[in-house]
Protein backbone atom coordinates (compact mmCIF):
# COMPACT_ATOMS: atom_id res chain seq x y z
CA UNK A 1 0.00 0.00 0.00
CA UNK A 2 1.46 3.57 -0.80
CA UNK A 3 2.40 6.03 1.67
CA UNK A 4 -0.68 8.47 0.61
CA UNK A 5 -3.12 5.57 0.84
CA UNK A 6 -1.57 4.96 4.51
CA UNK A 7 -2.04 7.84 5.55
CA UNK A 8 -5.51 8.13 4.16
CA UNK A 9 -6.74 5.07 6.01
CA UNK A 10 -5.26 5.82 9.20
CA UNK A 11 -6.59 9.08 9.37
CA UNK A 12 -9.72 7.90 8.68
CA UNK A 13 -9.21 5.36 11.54
CA UNK A 14 -8.63 8.54 13.56
CA UNK A 15 -11.16 10.84 12.45
CA UNK A 16 -13.88 7.32 13.20
CA UNK A 17 -12.50 6.96 16.64
CA UNK A 18 -12.96 10.89 17.82
CA UNK A 19 -16.23 10.61 16.25
CA UNK A 20 -17.19 7.64 18.12
CA UNK A 21 -15.62 9.33 21.50
CA UNK A 22 -17.35 12.41 21.30
CA UNK A 23 -20.48 9.87 20.94
CA UNK A 24 -20.03 8.40 23.99
CA UNK A 25 -19.28 11.13 25.89
CA UNK A 26 -22.37 13.07 25.40
CA UNK A 27 -24.57 9.93 25.64
CA UNK A 28 -22.94 8.78 29.02
CA UNK A 29 -23.19 12.34 29.70
CA UNK A 30 -26.95 12.86 29.46
CA UNK A 31 -27.52 9.41 30.94
CA UNK A 32 -25.32 10.24 34.11
CA UNK A 33 -27.18 13.21 34.54
CA UNK A 34 -31.07 11.83 34.11
CA UNK A 35 -30.05 8.60 36.33
CA UNK A 36 -26.94 8.66 37.80
CA UNK A 37 -23.64 7.36 38.16
CA UNK A 38 -25.04 3.45 39.40
CA UNK A 39 -28.45 3.90 37.22
CA UNK A 40 -26.76 3.99 33.87
CA UNK A 41 -25.17 0.31 32.32
CA UNK A 42 -22.85 0.47 29.48
CA UNK A 43 -25.48 -0.89 27.21
CA UNK A 44 -27.49 2.03 28.20
CA UNK A 45 -24.87 4.33 26.68
CA UNK A 46 -23.72 2.44 23.44
CA UNK A 47 -27.50 1.88 22.95
CA UNK A 48 -27.75 5.76 23.17
CA UNK A 49 -24.81 6.55 20.87
CA UNK A 50 -25.41 4.28 18.48
CA UNK A 51 -21.81 2.10 18.67
CA UNK A 52 -20.69 -1.24 19.50
CA UNK A 53 -20.50 -1.71 23.27
CA UNK A 54 -16.86 -3.15 23.02
CA UNK A 55 -16.34 0.42 21.98
CA UNK A 56 -16.34 1.65 25.88
CA UNK A 57 -13.22 -0.70 26.61
CA UNK A 58 -11.59 0.19 23.67
CA UNK A 59 -11.60 3.83 23.81
CA UNK A 60 -11.70 4.05 28.03
CA UNK A 61 -11.00 1.07 29.31
CA UNK A 62 -14.16 0.74 31.06
CA UNK A 63 -17.25 2.65 32.89
CA UNK A 64 -15.02 4.83 35.87
CA UNK A 65 -12.47 6.11 33.23
CA UNK A 66 -15.79 6.57 30.67
CA UNK A 67 -17.24 8.87 34.10
CA UNK A 68 -14.01 10.77 34.82
CA UNK A 69 -13.56 12.04 31.22
CA UNK A 70 -17.14 13.29 31.11
CA UNK A 71 -16.50 15.39 33.93
CA UNK A 72 -13.14 16.60 32.78
CA UNK A 73 -14.49 17.23 28.88
CA UNK A 74 -16.19 20.61 30.50
CA UNK A 75 -14.45 21.10 34.42
CA UNK A 76 -11.38 21.79 32.55
CA UNK A 77 -13.04 24.53 30.38
CA UNK A 78 -15.47 25.74 33.05
CA UNK A 79 -11.30 26.12 35.22
CA UNK A 80 -10.10 27.91 32.46
CA UNK A 81 -13.12 30.25 32.22
CA UNK A 82 -12.28 31.18 36.22
CA UNK A 83 -8.66 30.96 35.73
CA UNK A 84 -9.13 33.72 33.44
CA UNK A 85 -11.86 35.87 35.48
CA UNK A 86 -9.74 35.69 38.34
CA UNK A 87 -6.92 37.34 36.43
CA UNK A 88 -8.75 40.48 36.61
CA UNK A 89 -9.94 40.35 40.51
CA UNK A 90 -8.09 42.85 42.09
CA UNK A 91 -8.84 43.93 46.18
CA UNK A 92 -10.43 46.87 47.00
CA UNK A 93 -11.43 48.87 49.74
CA UNK A 94 -14.81 47.67 49.04
CA UNK A 95 -15.21 44.35 50.96
CA UNK A 96 -18.92 43.38 49.93
CA UNK A 97 -17.19 44.13 46.07
CA UNK A 98 -14.44 41.94 46.95
CA UNK A 99 -16.81 39.42 47.68
CA UNK A 100 -19.30 40.09 44.38
CA UNK A 101 -16.63 39.93 42.02
CA UNK A 102 -15.00 36.48 43.43
CA UNK A 103 -19.01 35.10 43.59
CA UNK A 104 -19.24 35.72 39.92
CA UNK A 105 -16.27 34.28 39.06
CA UNK A 106 -17.39 31.51 40.32
CA UNK A 107 -20.57 30.94 38.99
CA UNK A 108 -20.59 33.46 35.81
CA UNK A 109 -18.84 30.60 33.33
CA UNK A 110 -21.81 28.03 34.83
CA UNK A 111 -24.26 30.42 33.08
CA UNK A 112 -22.28 31.30 30.44
CA UNK A 113 -21.71 27.87 29.20
CA UNK A 114 -25.39 27.05 30.26
CA UNK A 115 -26.21 29.09 27.11
CA UNK A 116 -24.40 26.96 24.71
CA UNK A 117 -25.76 24.01 24.25
CA UNK A 118 -27.87 20.50 25.94
CA UNK A 119 -24.67 18.97 26.83
CA UNK A 120 -23.33 21.90 29.21
CA UNK A 121 -26.64 21.62 30.67
CA UNK A 122 -26.52 17.68 31.15
CA UNK A 123 -22.96 18.42 32.76
CA UNK A 124 -24.45 20.89 35.14
CA UNK A 125 -27.12 18.58 36.30
CA UNK A 126 -24.58 15.85 36.67
CA UNK A 127 -21.88 18.25 38.75
CA UNK A 128 -25.03 19.10 40.76
CA UNK A 129 -25.94 15.51 41.53
CA UNK A 130 -22.59 14.58 42.42
CA UNK A 131 -21.85 17.15 44.92
CA UNK A 132 -24.91 16.48 46.66
CA UNK A 133 -23.92 12.39 47.70
CA UNK A 134 -21.47 11.18 49.71
CA UNK A 135 -19.91 8.22 47.22
CA UNK A 136 -16.74 6.84 46.16
CA UNK A 137 -17.16 8.11 42.79
CA UNK A 138 -16.49 11.59 43.66
CA UNK A 139 -12.95 10.66 44.19
CA UNK A 140 -12.59 9.49 40.49
CA UNK A 141 -12.95 13.42 40.27
CA UNK A 142 -11.99 15.09 43.31
CA UNK A 143 -8.09 16.06 41.25
CA UNK A 144 -10.64 18.17 39.08
CA UNK A 145 -11.98 20.10 41.58
CA UNK A 146 -9.64 20.35 44.57
CA UNK A 147 -7.18 22.68 43.36
CA UNK A 148 -9.26 25.33 42.53
CA UNK A 149 -11.63 25.05 45.65
CA UNK A 150 -8.07 25.92 47.45
CA UNK A 151 -7.98 29.09 45.06
CA UNK A 152 -11.10 30.11 45.56
CA UNK A 153 -10.50 29.43 49.70
CA UNK A 154 -7.19 31.75 48.92
CA UNK A 155 -8.90 34.55 47.12
CA UNK A 156 -11.37 34.43 50.14
CA UNK A 157 -8.51 34.81 53.10
CA UNK A 158 -7.00 37.60 51.36
CA UNK A 159 -10.21 39.98 51.30
CA UNK A 160 -10.69 38.26 55.21
CA UNK A 161 -7.44 37.77 56.32
CA UNK A 162 -8.56 38.08 59.94
CA UNK A 163 -11.51 35.20 59.16
CA UNK A 164 -11.37 31.56 60.47
CA UNK A 165 -10.64 28.83 58.35
CA UNK A 166 -13.89 27.48 59.54
CA UNK A 167 -15.71 30.48 58.17
CA UNK A 168 -13.72 30.28 54.92
CA UNK A 169 -13.96 26.86 53.86
CA UNK A 170 -17.85 26.76 55.08
CA UNK A 171 -17.97 29.94 52.76
CA UNK A 172 -16.38 28.50 49.72
CA UNK A 173 -19.17 25.14 50.41
CA UNK A 174 -21.87 27.39 50.20
CA UNK A 175 -20.83 28.95 47.29
CA UNK A 176 -20.34 25.65 45.65
CA UNK A 177 -23.84 24.19 47.08
CA UNK A 178 -26.04 27.08 45.84
CA UNK A 179 -24.90 27.27 42.39
CA UNK A 180 -25.31 23.68 41.98
CA UNK A 181 -28.46 24.28 43.41
CA UNK A 182 -29.25 27.08 40.64
CA UNK A 183 -28.20 24.70 37.99
CA UNK A 184 -29.47 21.52 38.82
CA UNK A 185 -32.67 22.28 36.94
CA UNK A 186 -34.64 19.45 39.24
CA UNK A 187 -37.90 21.34 38.60
CA UNK A 188 -38.38 21.65 42.64
CA UNK A 189 -38.34 25.00 42.01
CA UNK A 190 -41.27 24.56 39.76
CA UNK A 191 -43.31 22.43 41.63
CA UNK A 192 -42.86 24.77 44.97
CA UNK A 193 -44.15 27.83 42.66
CA UNK A 194 -47.25 25.85 41.66
CA UNK A 195 -44.86 26.36 37.91
CA UNK A 196 -44.83 30.21 38.42
CA UNK A 197 -41.31 30.03 38.49
CA UNK A 198 -39.18 27.62 36.57
CA UNK A 199 -35.71 25.51 37.60
CA UNK A 200 -34.54 25.76 34.19
CA UNK A 201 -34.42 29.86 34.10
CA UNK A 202 -31.19 29.63 35.10
CA UNK A 203 -30.57 33.85 34.68
CA UNK A 204 -33.23 34.53 36.95
CA UNK A 205 -31.65 32.56 39.51
CA UNK A 206 -27.85 33.22 38.94
CA UNK A 207 -28.81 36.96 39.68
CA UNK A 208 -30.42 36.02 43.46
CA UNK A 209 -28.11 33.83 43.94
CA UNK A 210 -25.24 36.51 43.41
CA UNK A 211 -27.03 38.92 45.74
CA UNK A 212 -27.50 35.72 48.34
CA UNK A 213 -23.92 34.48 48.32
CA UNK A 214 -22.66 38.22 48.53
CA UNK A 215 -23.93 39.34 51.12
CA UNK A 216 -24.17 35.74 52.95
CA UNK A 217 -20.18 35.30 52.78
CA UNK A 218 -19.71 38.79 54.22
CA UNK A 219 -22.17 37.94 56.97
CA UNK A 220 -20.50 35.00 57.70
CA UNK A 221 -16.55 36.05 57.02
CA UNK A 222 -16.61 39.53 58.65
CA UNK A 223 -18.06 38.27 61.91
CA UNK A 224 -14.90 36.19 62.41
Not at 58 to 72: C, M, N, P, Q, S
Amino acid sequence: MEANNIEHVLGKRDSNRARTTELLLDAAEELFAESGYHGVGLRDITDLAGVRLASVTDIFGGKEALFREVFLRRSSVINADRMAMLSHFTLSPDQQGNVKALVEAFAKPLLERSKESDGWRNYLRLAAQVSTMRMWVLLLIADQFNPMAMVFIGKLHEIFPSASEASLYSAYNFLVSTNMTVFADNRRLNSISDGRLKSEDFSDSYASAVKFLTHGIYGLCQST
